[in-house]
């Protein structure tokens, strides 16, 4: 990552080269906050942060993240900021503001989309910002150019004063390909922040997003700056077209839904047919470019994943050009040929095509797929979402749910992002009942324990993570506390951001470049606002469920109970077992009644395994963690732990 | 008997506030647990039959098959149920004057049987400010500690089960009439364990006409008196009609009224007055407030007693003519509104798939609903 020369081709993950191409920039911040799958870039920065001497850091929320970056712009310097697609919603807001006021060192925001929700808790795409934040919108199609990209982009932000958007989707960041590196700068820039010039100086005067009553005087700037944009992109070699001169059918496409347009073309054998037109610049879409391509074919394939956004933009182009152009049909979102949700593959625009152009369905591999999905059914070990073994929110949420469950007033959860989301499957007991944005659990139940004055006795809890409490909870814990709402607000503390990868977050004393950090602490924050705090460990099933059932029957005001233990992944206690943990065949009652497997059919470690002939349960040696839950939910005794030797 | 399993009971007895909270399926497995005096069922379990089912007082429970087992002849559907005597009781001289709520006769009797071996242990009801909590005695000083009245529903079963799963053999137990029904079908083994004792060695009955719902009754005190400072809750023979609450400030009376709107629903459905399902059955003496009514239902009880008789540590007499015939009268009028909410609700002896609270003749049914109302 950090060679300095022009280099062989390397293989290199989407989010490497973006990182490479960042670094070949000249970057000398990068901000983000961590988030699936965007994750990488900022991991990778830092650790070449020493060597090519950056700062960098995971910020608090994205919002922040956008800002630190923006100061770097504004003091003359390149910054990148990271964040997944759900993150630029965060920071909108932020953006909103700086679109406005316009940046002066290059500065570029990548955000990483997942499509399909893989990694998600809700399906979006983040193109869309770029048209309501009226800057630029790149679109890598493949390793390379997430490179080259990167690196262009933040000319491209210097060239316009403005910031670039930059998309990846998670194929694009987390798939590997061949990239050729260039040269990494041998210098890097003295920032200053210049600021005592006039008021409307780009370069020395104050950075301000609008001026009040004459938004014309910035606004209007900041639209030129995009019509500059779309001059550039006509000629930008982003933008590709392979295919007849004059094709049947023209599919225009972007990003990892390209490789899969040209896999689809080739596998029909329709290159002489139907003609790609890749495009990297996706908005604003150059103008003249797009005329030149539609003028020959009377059919258009639009295809993208989730939204409707390239295809919107160049229905909007045709139309305006429809004097030139002609009627064109058009295919794609609307007209049901590609769908608006999950991720595309080349199968997916195999059938598109076919049902274009009137091609003979193929059924050839019908009946592979028939067998091939009968074997998985009856072969494949049924595995669904749940914790890793010894995975702490597995243990409190037992004694959330036992604790709510025994109160008996229909209490429940409100919750939000983490590994903890789970909890409203079977490996949480099904208990969290609302699930949002970041911090919004504690938000929800804030406005909950409000409508208990109407007589509503449910007693009201939120989770959210260390991370989380950060990032997006305190305002709304303070929005709880101020109104006295009476809330029992749980932050399950497993000592990092343990869910894209333990990425450091404020309440630990080391930053991300391995530097000492203060390290906040959310109990004492807690104090501060005058809400009692309680601190447990959730491995001690008893007193949780003690502490919880008292919290709950408190009427006044907001409570917060921290249940700390780390994340069983966590590099401190990764392969280190706390307890070595056996069952007693002879005493283990299994499925009879006293027990009906009540480790392995409803508190489901994946460390504890049901031997279908012996009929009793097991320890899996391998995946267990030692945590020792399991011997105190074991009503027979059959589960015991002891002390492990180190 | 008709077994079911926890699905049944949730919806047979929890979800239709049928419950007592009598804590017979507490403590037999990690499913149904009791807190603040209610019982919850915290995981589905699919068993089919369990013996959470079988031991419910609520849930299926055959008179006549139990009345077979433990006195050899039908229920027959008699105010007091089988017995052998009814006398008056208090503590004896051995015991002494403890300040008992009436006259000592069970904690006479309990610590009595320890000191002589006939149980190991004992279990009982203690309390924790209003709330009742489930002990498990092994000491005669233990049983004293326990002594005085509790009027909230308690899960008192959750120690008995406890104590068997851990082992103990010979167990006493001080058992509301509810309680003392799911020991009865406890013992009745029905799911015919092979490996199956009977741990109940003697069943010391109390007379019942209500428990109160403990959250109700906390809530309702909250704030009217000290609940941290509660010394003795009494509810003084009519014609007081007020529940009397002593604290450190001083005696509280309620209104009876007032208190009966506390009283579980599943209470109205009770036919037992006077915990037929026992050994010993022992209330207060109308009008004696230190001496104890004693009903005497088996051989084993009898021999305990007059052990206890013999060594000092109980005293009897015959019961005056006046007293018995008031407690028969308030029995059977207890049992026959029981009898007649529960068929009316459609829960006594269902065909088909329905199923029902208590089973037994429909003759015997009839005799209880047509008794007069004589006082």
Request: with cysteine.
């Amino acid at each position: 990552m950090n060679q300095k020369k022009h280099s062989p081709r390397l293989l290199m993950m989407g989010n490497d080269a973006i990182a490479r191409g960042a670094l070949e920039a000249g970057i000398q911040i990068a901000s983000g906050y961590p988030g699936t799958p965007s994750s990488e870039i900022i991991e990778n920065l830092s650790r070449s942060a020493a060597e090519r001497n950056i700062y960098v850091e995971w910020s608090t929320n994205e919002k922040v993240a956008a800002e630190v970056a923006a100061a770097a712009s504004f003091a003359g310097l390149r910054s990148l900021c990271v964040m997944k697609q759900n993150g630029v919603n965060v920071a909108s807001d932020f953006l909103l503001h700086l679109a406005h006021s316009g940046t002066r060192g290059g500065m570029v925001l990548v955000s990483c989309d997942d499509p399909g929700a893989l990694s998600s808790v809700n399906e979006g795409d983040s193109r869309p910002f770029a048209r309501l934040l009226e800057v630029p919108l790149l679109e890598p199609g493949d390793f390379q150019e997430a490179k080259d990209m990167t690196r262009w982009a933040f000319e491209l932000s210097e060239e316009i004063r403005n910031f670039v958007f930059l998309r990846s989707v998670t194929r694009m960041s987390h798939a590997s390909g061949c990239v050729t590196a260039g040269d990494l700068p041998e210098k890097a820039r003295r920032p200053a922040f210049r600021h005592k010039g006039f008021l409307l100086d780009p370069d020395s005067g104050p950075v301000i997003s609008l001026l009040p009553g004459v938004p014309e005087l910035k606004h209007g700037p900041q639209q030129e700056k995009l019509r500059k944009a779309a001059k550039l992109f006509e000629k930008s070699s982003f933008n590709t077209y392979k295919g007849p001169e004059k094709p049947d059918l023209l599919i225009i496409t972007s990003s990892a839904c390209s490789l899969y347009s040209r896999e689809a073309v080739h596998l029909l054998g329709l290159e002489d047919r139907v003609g790609i037109l890749k495009m990297g610049t996706t908005w604003p879409l150059p103008p003249e470019l797009m005329k030149r391509h539609l003028t020959a074919p009377d059919r258009i394939l639009i295809v993208e994943e989730v939204l409707p956004f390239l295809e919107e933009n160049v229905k909007i182009l045709a139309a305006e050009a429809a004097a030139e152009l002609g009627i064109k049909t058009f295919y794609g979102k609307k007209s049901g040929h590609i769908p608006s949700v999950g991720e595309l593959n080349p199968d997916v625009v195999i059938s598109a095509l076919r049902k274009i152009l009137g091609l003979p369905a193929d059924d050839s591999t019908a009946d592979f797929l028939k067998k091939a999905g009968a074997i998985a059914a009856s072969a494949a070990p049924h595995r669904e979402l749940t914790f890793c073994p010894g995975c702490p929110h597995r243990a409190s949420y037992w004694s959330i749910h036992n604790a709510i469950e025994l109160d008996g007033r229909e209490g429940f959860v409100c919750g939000d992002i983490g590994c903890y989301t789970l909890g409203f499957l079977p490996c949480g007991f099904g208990t969290l009942k609302t699930i949002h944005s970041m911090g919004s659990g504690t938000g929800i139940a804030s406005g909950f324990g409000q409508i208990r004055r109407f007589e509503m006795d449910q007693p009201i809890l939120a989770v959210c993570g260390d991370s989380t409490f950060f990032h997006a909870a305190i305002p709304a814990l303070i929005n709880a506390v101020h109104h006295r709402s009476p809330v029992t607000i749980i932050v399950l503390d497993n000592r990092g951001t343990a869910m894209t990868g333990f990425q450091p977050h404020p309440g630990l004393d080391v930053s991300v470049m391995g530097e000492p950090a203060v390290d906040i602490d959310m109990a004492e924050i807690c104090r501060s606002l005058g809400a009692r705090v309680e601190i447990r460990d959730p491995f001690d099933l008893e007193e949780t469920e003690r502490t919880l059932k008292l919290m709950m029957e408190e009427t006044d005001g907001a409570r917060v109970l921290i249940l700390r233990q780390a994340c069983s992944l966590s590099p401190e206690k990764k392969g280190r077992k706390l307890f070595e943990v056996t069952v007693d065949e002879s005493v283990c009652i299994g499925e009879n009644c006293g027990c009906n497997r009540l480790c392995t059919r409803i508190f489901r470690c994946p460390g504890l395994l049901w031997d279908g002939q012996k009929k009793t349960a097991r320890i899996d040696e391998v995946i267990c963690t030692g945590c020792g839950v399991c011997a105190g939910i074991c009503p027979s005794g059959a589960i015991t732990k002891k002390e492990a030797r180190v | 008997m008709r077994l079911f399993g926890p699905t049944e009971l949730l919806s047979d007895v929890i979800e239709k506030d049928l419950c007592s909270g009598c804590g017979g399926c507490v403590e037999i497995c990690p499913y149904f647990r009791s807190y603040r005096g209610k019982t919850a069922m915290l995981f589905p379990c699919n068993l089919e039959k369990g013996s959470c089912y079988a031991c419910c007082p609520k849930a299926e429970v055959d008179l006549d098959a139990l009345s077979m087992r433990f006195f050899g002849k039908p229920f027959d559907g008699s105010p007091l149920g089988h017995h052998l005597s009814v006398q008056v009781s208090r503590a004896g001289k051995k015991i002494g004057n403890r300040g008992f709520q009436a006259g000592g006769t069970v904690s006479a009797l309990m610590a009595f049987a320890l000191m002589e071996g006939i149980v190991e242990a004992a279990v009982l009801t203690d309390r924790d400010q209003l709330m009742p909590i489930p002990r498990l005695a092994r000491d005669p000083s233990e049983v004293f500690q326990c002594a005085s009245s509790k009027y909230a529903a308690a899960p008192t079963l959750s120690a008995f089960n406890r104590a068997v799963r851990d082992g103990a053999g010979r167990i006493g137990i001080v058992a509301t009439p509810c309680q003392a029904t799911s020991i009865a079908l406890f013992r009745s083994n029905q799911l015919q364990k092979p490996d199956f004792r009977d741990p109940a060695s003697m069943i010391i009955g109390l007379f019942c006409t209500w428990a109160l719902d403990y959250r109700a009754f906390r809530n309702f005190l909250s704030g009217k008196i000290n609940l941290s400072g509660i010394r003795k809750v009494d509810v003084p023979p009519p014609p007081a009609e007020v529940m009397e609450i002593f604290d450190d400030r001083g005696k509280w009376e309620i209104p009876l009224g007032e208190v009966r709107e506390l009283v579980l629903p599943s209470c109205s459905f009770c036919p037992d007055m006077t915990a037929e399902f026992s050994d010993l059955s022992v209330g207060v003496l109308e009008g004696h407030p230190d001496l104890n009514t004693l009903v005497i239902r088996t051989e084993r009880g009898m021999e305990i007693v007059s052990r206890a008789r013999k060594e000092g540590f109980l005293f009897t007499e015959d019961i005056p003519e006046e007293n018995l015939k008031h407690l028969t009268w308030a029995a059977a009028n207890k049992k026959k509104r029981a009898i007649a909410k529960i068929k009316s609700e459609g829960l006594f002896n269902t065909d088909g798939e329905r199923r029902s609270i208590f089973r037994f003749s429909e003759k015997t049914a009839g005799k209880i609903l047509d008794g007069e109302e004589e006082k």
